[in-house]
Nanobody, 115 residues
Framework: QVQLVESGGGLVQAGGSLRLTCAVSGNRFSIDTMAWYRQAPGQQRELVASIGSGDGTNYADAVKGRCTISRDNAENTVYLRMNSLKPEDTANYYC?????????WGQGTQVTVSS
């Protein structure tokens, strides 16, 4: 059974940094796309960043230049480094993977940025 566990969220002041980690277990084969989404209260879930199996990346305009997504295929882990955090980055951050054409989600990790 494929499982995703996120960690690294927390409370940080504006201008600070965090690194989110998503560890995947239960997969026997390599993972296709890995991505981070976020959802603020009353808002729709939105893509933050994604990284393909060939390490191609895609970022939301709101985080370009401030966030870096990376993956460690040997460890089945995807990271999201977030710098220069803003109060509007406050949200629950979810990891998503596509594995053998099936989409899996983590349970989320809360990021709160105080002004």
């Amino acid at each position: 059974q494929v499982q995703l566990v996120e960690s690294g969220g927390g409370l940080v002041q504006a201008g600070g940094s965090l690194r989110l980690t998503c560890a995947v277990s239960g997969n026997r084969f390599s993972i296709d796309t890995m991505a981070w989404y976020r959802q603020a209260p009353g808002q729709q879930r939105e893509l933050v960043a994604s990284i393909g199996s060939g390490d191609g990346t895609n970022y939301a305009d709101a985080v370009k230049g401030r966030c870096t997504i990376s993956r460690d295929n040997a460890e089945n882990t995807v990271y999201l480094r977030m710098n220069s955090l803003k109060p509007e980055d406050t949200a629950n951050y979810y990891c998503k993977i596509v594995y053998r054409s099936v989409v899996y989600w983590g349970q989320g990790t809360q990021v709160t940025v105080s002004s």
